[in-house]
């Protein structure tokens, strides 16, 4: 079965960049899109990335992703980092069974 | 505004049944393919169900197979999910999600929570 692994928590300061990762288990994770949706406490999920590096309107470019080929893996990368970012961030993609969600990855921006 | 609204979940006892709804506004309901996505308590996000825009496809994760429907009303646009024969594990926040195309999920609900407990 396919699965998409992520870091279980991430901290980095305000300002900084921090990047998490998500890395496909098996086949090529450049072959379907990826998906990052960020979570705050208390609430639904929402888009800051979709089809591997798109921004929803109203998502701020300090977000971005990316896919690494060589290590089948996807990347999102925050810039500049806000207090605001803190949440729970998860990958998301699929193969041709099913739709997979990486475990998620907790940020504190301290 | 697109909206998804989730409701009818609540407290069940173990083998129990439970039908959950999502209310969908601000789109053309019947244009879209639709999602169930849970989470259970504490835990990351777990997919459950899909169907298409017309209701004559549908795919379910092997842990509701055989337990859990999925279904949908294009003329009240509304979504639907069957559950029964329930266990604990089933507890959780159950959110429904429109698939924008190419499995991107987007919006989804707020959620509705199932509690499975004697």
């Known amino acids: 079965n396919f699965m998409l692994t992520q870091p279980h928590s991430v901290s980095e300061s305000p300002g900084k960049t921090v990047t998490i990762s998500c890395t496909g288990s098996?086949?090529?994770?450049?072959?379907?899109?990826v998906q990052w949706y960020q979570q705050r406490p208390g609430s639904a999920p929402t888009t800051v990335i979709y089809?591997?590096?798109?921004?929803p309107s109203g998502v701020p470019d300090r977000f971005s992703g990316s896919i690494d080929s060589s290590s089948n893996s996807a990347s999102l990368t925050i810039s500049g980092l806000k207090t605001e970012d803190e949440a729970d961030y998860y990958c998301?993609?699929?193969?041709?069974?099913?739709?997979?969600f990486g475990g998620g990855t907790k940020l504190t921006v301290l | 505004e697109v909206q998804l609204v989730e409701s009818g979940g609540g407290l069940v006892q173990p083998g129990g049944s439970l039908r959950l709804s999502c209310a969908a506004s601000?789109?053309?309901?019947?244009?879209?393919?639709m999602h169930w996505v849970r989470q259970a308590p504490g835990k990351g996000l777990e997919y459950v169900s899909a169907?298409?825009?017309?209701?004559?496809?549908?795919y379910y994760a092997n842990s509701v197979k055989g337990r859990f429907t999925i279904s949908r009303d294009n003329s009240k646009n509304t979504l639907y999910l069957q559950m029964g024969s329930l266990r604990a594990e089933d507890m959780a926040v159950y959110y429904c999600a429109r698939d924008r195309g190419e499995n991107w999920f987007d919006p989804w609900g707020q959620g509705t929570l199932v509690t499975v407990s004697s």
């Open positions: 601000g789109f053309t309901f019947s244009s879209y393919a």
């Open positions: 098996s086949g090529s994770i450049a072959s379907n899109y």
């Open positions: 089809e591997d590096n798109q921004r």
């Open positions: 169907i298409s825009s017309n209701g004559g496809s549908t």
């Open positions: 998301q993609s699929y193969d041709s069974s099913s739709v997979v």
